[in-house]
């Protein structure tokens, strides 16, 4: 059944009110305007009721994004994403909420993304599940700038039956119309919706919708997360069937272009979702996540670092909780341990550094509680990470002077996780 007057419910003014606190919450750049949130936050009562206004009239444009290029996580690529104007992101939000209310009853239990009440945690879950009831093989499809790719027409045309109110309609297609600016050059949008855009999530969630329904149909398990997704299958011969009938439903059906180069069938073991792995039937936070983090540890670590060894373990530890607070759903017994224990040789090797001095480790040897004639036959090269495992200096800096400075240990987390 379609839905009449969807446009009052995006100008309502308790909507744009929610809308722009989200959007004050979620901060970010300026936009094309200068305009920044803390600006827009001094004028909020006459910008909100001017955004009512021109929606109710019929007369909102949207502005330009300004497009800014980001890394990719693990390479060497930039991901290319499109900063709204303040204005543009609160009536984007309130378009979001609306288009929630009209659609998410229909999106299908595994679908994970962006989905108010649902987690990542519980999409890995979910490929855990259907692991262990014997789908061992992988059907892993990447498409190709998915974001950059959409069809508007596409999109419209899935909006359309759900949404009676033309009005609406012709609102998001100037959303999606607004351009990009690039290089201080305008640079139009015939396709696609910039990641930066609050509608971009939900507009995803209704566009591969559509392959769920398929994937449903079917009766095969999958888990999707935005254009993440991952279908599962009991044999080799099945996972090939399967990938060559979503390929061609994507691209010949929604129009989808396909990475072919990224896209493959392989047995779940070795299949990356999320950050995470299924290996033997639990999860496994990912070779690749592990490496980018001690890429990012060792960053934060660097015997050089001129902060205090407490200031270094404070900005450490902020990575730290925000990394383990994702990927502490492992189920492997000894990795936090082990990670735990290289960044303590790490952080140990910085503090010889920072006393410089051998002797100046023996007087510590000593208030440690060494007799002082064993600690004056102790002769440590402090510049040299083979240091790091000499038991006079694991003694002196043991996990009691860790936890003293109030380093984070992953373990700790693992433990409660395992609790919950």
């Known amino acids: 059944m379609k839905v009449n007057e969807v446009l009052v419910k995006v100008y309502e003014p308790g909507r744009l009110q929610m809308a722009w606190q989200q959007v004050r919450k979620n901060a970010g750049a300026a936009g094309i305007d200068q305009m920044t949130v803390e600006a827009f936050a ?45 204005m543009d992101r609160v009536v984007g939000t309130s378009m979001h909420y609306v288009l929630e209310e009209c659609f998410d009853p229909g999106f299908t239990e595994s679908n994970f993304g962006f989905r108010w009440g649902r987690s990542q945690h519980q999409a890995i879950r979910h490929l855990q599940g259907l692991v262990k009831e014997g789908k061992e093989w992988a059907v892993a499809v990447d498409l190709k700038s998915f974001f950059d790719e959409i069809p508007h027409g596409l999109i419209l045309r899935l909006i359309r039956r759900k949404v009676a109110d033309e009005r609406f309609v012709t609102l998001l297609a100037r959303l999606l119309k607004a351009g990009v600016i690039v290089n201080g050059e305008l640079e139009e949008t015939n396709k696609g919706c910039p990641q930066g855009s609050p509608l971009s999530p939900m507009l995803s969630n209704i566009v591969l919708n559509e392959l769920d329904y398929k994937l449903e149909e079917r009766n095969l398990g999958y888990c999707r997360w935005a254009d993440d997704f991952v279908i599962v299958v009991r044999s080799e011969r099945a996972a090939q069937r399967v990938m060559k009938g979503t390929v061609a439903y994507l691209e010949e059906v929604l129009g989808l272009p396909v990475n072919r180069e990224k896209s493959r069938v392989a047995p779940i073991k070795e299949i990356t979702f999320l950050g995470f792995q299924i290996l033997m039937g639990k999860i496994r936070v990912s070779n690749q996540a592990q490496t980018r983090f001690k890429y990012r540890v060792r960053e934060l670590t660097h015997r050089n670092n001129p902060l205090s060894m407490y200031q270094v373990i404070q900005e450490l530890n902020k990575y730290l909780r925000g990394w383990v607070g994702y990927f502490g759903v492992h189920e492997f017994k000894y990795l936090f341990r082990d990670l735990d224990a290289w960044i303590r040789s790490r952080l140990r090797s910085i503090q010889l550094k920072k006393w410089k001095k051998p002797g100046k480790f023996q007087r510590i040897m000593i208030r440690a509680g060494f007799d002082p004639k064993e600690a004056h036959r102790v002769w440590i090269k402090m510049n040299r990470w083979q240091s790091v495992m000499r038991r006079p200096v694991r003694f002196v800096m043991n996990l009691d002077w860790f936890r003293e400075l109030k380093l984070v240990f992953l373990h700790d987390y693992t433990i409660a996780f395992s609790r919950a």
């Open 42 to 86: 001094q004028r909020e009562e006459s910008l909100l009721a001017l955004i009512h206004d021109k929606l109710k009239s019929g007369s909102y444009r949207f502005q330009p994004a300004k497009r800014v290029l980001i890394p990719k996580p693990g390479t060497s690529k930039k991901r290319k994403l499109g900063i709204p104007v303040v």
